[in-house]
């Protein structure tokens, strides 16, 4: 016992000693004293409480320090005999709590420290209470460097959903405009006339005028190609006949002007040939010919703008979209494949997409609806990507916060999510919601009661930092979100199928307020895309820039379509269906192509109109045979003759063969009047040889119009009404005479 005091005597004999020297400071770097403390943060942030501010208040003490601190000694180490008492009380208040295992290397340090003699030099030892406020302060500095740790310990460990949260306060939904289309809704709008919205009168003009003059420079070049000027009447049938072609679709693009079955489409044939629509097609442009080859002479240096082909149309559907319509409280930003496989550098391959070759654009839609309300044209990684990074910046292209406003809720997937996006969406006053990963900067690294590898369907955990709430959910696999708007968990539950006991059930299981919103808004994109390729329009072409022409009018039309559908809600009728509205559309554009030709075709002359007009200046002068009495074996002489047709017709009151040449009656005949049901008619031929003229036939009639013919076995010549008569349908045919004789 005397031995063990002694210890104690000159352990003391060696502090008092150190502390009078001004110059020698009491270090703590790897002995007893670190131990110690480490040993109490650890205690304390099991209990969670601060393992320095919690001590400090056990009993604070008149000048603001701990009660169990003791005074200073001034006393040489040889008077210490009676502060000796004191110090072992003190030693006893400091004892440190039960250490585990792993700290006895450091308890025999301790130990091996208190039995050996203290040389003057400075050298490691444990600080007792009687040290002086220096000493304190050098004591506490591990702990004192280290940030403050919650009490409530939801910023450094993972919660239980049973543990309450508290809602973040969510920014006051405030729109530019109110939600919906920004149009007259008191106007009836057709389907053409909204597609008339994006694609305007001008942007159309500018097309033609491009168009024609890359046509006048390709034959300049020593192409050879039927070619006449495009005008806006055949450009609708133009466009209207690319609509067709996602609706009804062929093998080659010249089967939709093939007349054999099963190819006889009329629509296509009817108003626009096949040589016309081709050579519009290939001469289609853009843009500005002598811009472009300016532009051109730039590449490969800052100023060259790989998107200037598309740049007018580009423009104009971009700002008509933006304009139109105000979106709902809930959008979306993903990226969208336009398929091409055309060797371009800007071209993208994404592997989980199902489109994996193509163009990528980024958009922005609403989640209810899937309007196309912004985005732009990914152009690669030679493109200037300044500050966070592309999933950074390309949010924050698409956000335009003048035209939306304030109180967004904005969901992205993993690409996009990280807290600094979505504090800096907080800051322009946009909630966001997405997947994220955990490789992001700052998710919480932390992995104290986080959720188990093998955890159960519907189990999760939830963190709250910095004022985002992170979720792990357990699904088929582990699901990770970050919100800055939403509660843990409210309760809500959703339906899966469990495997239990070796049967599939459904089963509800809790899910995470996020991840179901995030189920429910995420979508807008996909449901876009899914419109556009219902009935796409998108066709095989060599020039990447007319792949583009194909999908800004899929965005054209179902954007139209959902101003349509939205606007015949509001006045409580029923919206047509996505087909029925391209069917009336394209129907619109022919009529109004047709209907502006109309209009604008020159008035009739005497050249181009079936008028009775004179030989002479009297009715007996420069008379002529009539064609209709000489066909009926008569010679009588006329005055008369059509001033478009230019032949001699009887024009009296008792004999009309102006009528009868020009209607196809023609008195003789088997049949005075030919009905326009008639299948089979017979054919009269005439020759100098023959004394009156013949009739051959019957020939089975294979195409008819308003004054002329097709028959079978007579190729594609086609004959006048007046050449031909109805009969009835042969006994025998040809085949069946041949078989049996006459």
Known sequence: MAEKQKQRYTILEALEAIQNRSDVEVTDSSDSSCSEYEEEEDTYLLLNRDPVYDQEDETPGPSGTSSTAAPQPSSPPAE?????????????????PARKTRRSSASSRYTTCRSQKVSPSPAPAPT?????????????????????????????????????????????????????????????????????LFFSSSTIHTIINNTNDNAARRKASGMHFKWSPVTVQNFFIFLAIILYSGMVHVHSRADMWRREWPYNFTFPRSCMTRDTFEAIFWSLHLCDIEEDEENQKKKGTPEYDRLFKIKPLYSQIVTACKSLFQPCRE????????????????RQFMRDKPTKFGYKLFVLAESSSGYTWNFFVYQGKTANVQGEGLSFTSVMDLMNFTLLGKGYHLYVDNFYT??????????????????????RIGFPKTQINELPKK??????????????????????????????????????????????????RN??????????????????????DAMIQYYSVRGKTMKWYKTFFYH????????????????????????????????????????????????????PTLSTTCMPM????????????????????????????????????????????????????????PESQIPPATDWVLLKVIKRKWSEPRWTGPFKVVERTSHAVRLQGKGDSWYHWSQCAATDPPIRTLEQIRQGGV
């Open 418 to 439: 990280s807290p600094a996006l979505f504090q800096q969406l907080a800051t322009n006053f946009t909630s966001a919601c997405g997947t994220i990963r955990q490789t």
């Open 80 to 96: 210490a005999s009676s502060p000796l008492s004191s110090e072992d009380d003190e030693d006893e208040e400091y004892v440190p």
């Open 614 to 669: 004179y030989f002479g200046q009297t009715a007996t002068d420069q008379r002529r045979v009539c064609v209709v009495c000489k066909d009926q074996g008569r010679k009588v002489k006329t005055p008369v003759y059509c001033s478009k047709c230019d032949v001699a017709l009887c024009f009296t009151s008792s004999r009309n063969c102006f009528k009868d040449y020009h209607v196809g009656a023609v008195k003789g005949d």
């Open 331 to 346: 959008i979306s930003i993903d990226e969208r494949m336009v398929a091409s496989k055309a060797r371009i550098g800007f």
């Open 507 to 528: 089963k509800n299981i809790p899910v995470p307020d996020a991840i179901r919103d995030y189920n429910k808004y995420m979508g807008g994109v996909d449901l876009s």
């Open 128 to 196: 007792p209470p009687s040290q002086s406020k220096k000493g304190q302060q050098r004591r506490r500095g591990p702990s004192s460097k280290q940030p403050k740790q919650a009490t409530s310990g939801r910023g450094d460990r993972w919660c239980n959903p049973e543990e309450p949260d508290v809602e973040p306060p969510l920014p006051k939904f405030q729109p530019k405009h109110p939600p919906g289309p920004r149009i007259d809704r008191t106007v009836a709008w057709s389907p053409l006339s909204l597609f008339k």
């Open 455 to 504: 955890a159960e369907r519907g189990d999760m955990r939830w963190l709250r930092k910095d004022n985002l709430l992170f979720v792990k959910w357990k699904d088929t696999k582990d699901v990770t979100v970050c919100s800055s708007f939403h509660k843990a968990y409210s309760g809500d539950s959703t339906r899966r199928r469990v495997k239990e006991d070796g049967q599939w």
């Open 552 to 603: 800004f009018m899929d965005i054209a039309v179902v954007n139209s379509y959902i101003l349509f559908k939205l606007l015949a809600i509001e006045r409580g009728e029923t919206p047509m269906r996505h087909k029925r509205f391209r069917e009336v559309l394209m129907r619109e554009m022919v009529d109004e192509a047709q209907a502006a030709v109309a209009a604008a075709a020159p008035r």
